[in-house]
């Protein structure tokens, strides 16, 4: 098992050109939050399963930006559609990162589907992602990050993980977030929310 809040900072470490994150609710995006904060994070807010559907937008819209959505096995389980809609659009410059406890943590760690019976790198895979792979431990997972769109995408990394919780959490102003991440992708015009 692997640490989130561990597995966050090695990939925002790696993150060097301007890359946009878009990060599922809850543990996810607040180890994001308090891993390095920056203009191209988008962090979800109440809204299950849709962090992959967002970074699709992103990726298409902005096809010269690497774009990484990053999420839990609970919200890709309620959104699994994106995956064969991904596979199927084929974005060079999108890489998933799942972070798989096997529960929905924030709500009462009720088991998910992940717990014992669904694999999620195989359910990628089945939905047409061959760049699809389990990350063994820390090593393999930063070498995953290091490549992740040296081979064109769309490519997903899952990490089984533990359940400790998140070190913070995301500030919780859904204007302020769309106002930051427009003007870390360069589409935002300044002003009093982009404080």
């Known amino acids: 098992m692997m640490n989130r809040g561990d597995l966050t900072k090695r990939l925002v470490a790696k993150l060097t050109h301007d890359e946009a994150v878009v990060a599922g609710i809850g543990n996810t995006n607040f180890d994001l939050y308090v891993a390095g904060h920056r203009p191209q994070n988008f962090y ?72 014992e019976t669904s694999d999620i790198v195989k359910i990628a895979q089945g939905a047409g992602i061959g760049g699809s792979v389990w990350a063994r431990d820390e090593k393999h997972f930063d070498e995953l990050i290091a490549r992740r769109f040296e081979y064109g995408g769309p490519s997903l990394i899952a990490a089984k993980i533990d359940d400790k919780p998140a070190a913070g959490q995301t500030v919780r102003d859904p204007a302020l977030i769309r106002s930051r991440f427009m003007r870390g992708l360069g589409t935002g015009r300044g002003g009093a929310l982009d404080a």
Not at 52 to 80: F, H, K, T, W, Y
């Open 44 to 115: 979800m807010l109440g809204s299950m399963g849709l962090a992959c559907p967002i970074a699709l937008g992103v990726a298409l819209a902005q096809p010269e930006r690497g774009v990484i959505a990053l999420e839990g096995d609970g919200s890709i389980l309620m959104n699994l559609g994106c995956l064969g809609t991904i596979a199927q659009i084929k974005p060079r410059n999108l890489t998933i990162i799942i972070m798989d406890n096997g529960t929905y943590q924030i709500t009462g760690n009720q088991p998910t589907a992940t717990k």
